[in-house]
């Protein structure tokens, strides 16, 4: 015998707490997309008339590799060069990173450029996941606090025209600050769920930008806490695996290790680099928040109103 469920009971379960994270993860995804849909004429035009987007850098980078890898950290353009005009910006992250751009060398500079940010559009679904997995067992005004910063990011800047400042200079750069996040929550989420080694794998591939991943690596161990042998040796294993064969090829770890060291590969934060560090510093404060047994109430919220 079926039993009918009343209109009311269906407009509570919908607004319980689970229900809200749900509705403003779609609303956020969904102005996100918007912003993606407001960037993408400007993806075909030029960004500057003596630099190009910040992901020619990661095409020349992985060019090179093939090509011309003693110039993979070299700047501006090299003899011999795949052309991109004006000339391709400095490729700065860790030789990891060419593991992941070298499937785009298949296209040209452009339509590899519209597929990387594609791919990176898909990626906030995974994010979106992964935000939602982490917060909602978390404090209902904090958890929608989490959800808007790391799925739109308003921060640092805003735009009555434009809903994401920092997506959309992403999106117009093709700048990989929009996936490093799906990494590196990603590792956090596999953390919670005691699946270290997929913590780890994730981790090893979101640490090609290390200031990011340094700032998410204090949280990541702490989800990974109750398996965090396993994760530290997943870690080892997988950073192994994907950055010292390049010390063995040509020197290229050698090269990105000097670069580093001398201050090379150090630049300014620009709008989209806001994207990894909100997303971890809010994470990490509802987490605080959590661990402290901080409340924060919402206005006129009433008792068990919004219970699971």
Partial sequence: MKTSTSPASRLKKLFNKK?????VIIVALTLNLITFVLAYPEMFKPSSS?????????????????????????GGSQPGDYQILPKPQTFKYTPS????????????????FIAFNIVQLASTL?????????????????????????????????SSRIFSWSYYWGWVCGNAHVIQPVFLLGAMYFGTVKKPWLSALLFSFGVFDPRFALMALPLIVWYNRRSIFAFVA??????????????????????????TVSGRNVSQMYAY???????????????????????VKSPQAKPNALLD
């Fill in 273 to 295: 680099d806001w994207i990894p560090f909100y997303s971890i510093l809010v994470l990490t404060l509802v987490e605080l928040f959590a661990v402290l047994g901080i409340n």
């Fill in 126 to 158: 995974a994010l979106a996941f992964f935000v939602y997995k982490l917060v909602k067992d978390k404090n209902l005004v904090l958890a929608v606090v989490a959800c808007v910063v790391v799925l739109i990011a308003p921060l640092p800047s805003f």
């Fill in 19 to 23: 229900g809200v994270i749900v509705s």
């Fill in 97 to 112: 990173f060419l593991i992941l751009i070298s499937p785009f060398l298949v296209l040209s500079y452009q339509d590899a």
């Fill in 50 to 74: 003596t630099l190009a987007r910040d992901f020619s850098a990661y095409y020349i980078g992985g060019w090179r590799l093939f090509h011309n890898p003693t110039k993979i950290y070299a």
């Fill in 234 to 259: 997943g870690t080892a294993v997988f950073l192994g695996a994907t950055n010292l064969p390049f010390f063995l090829y040509q020197g290229v770890g050698f090269v990105f290790l000097s670069a």
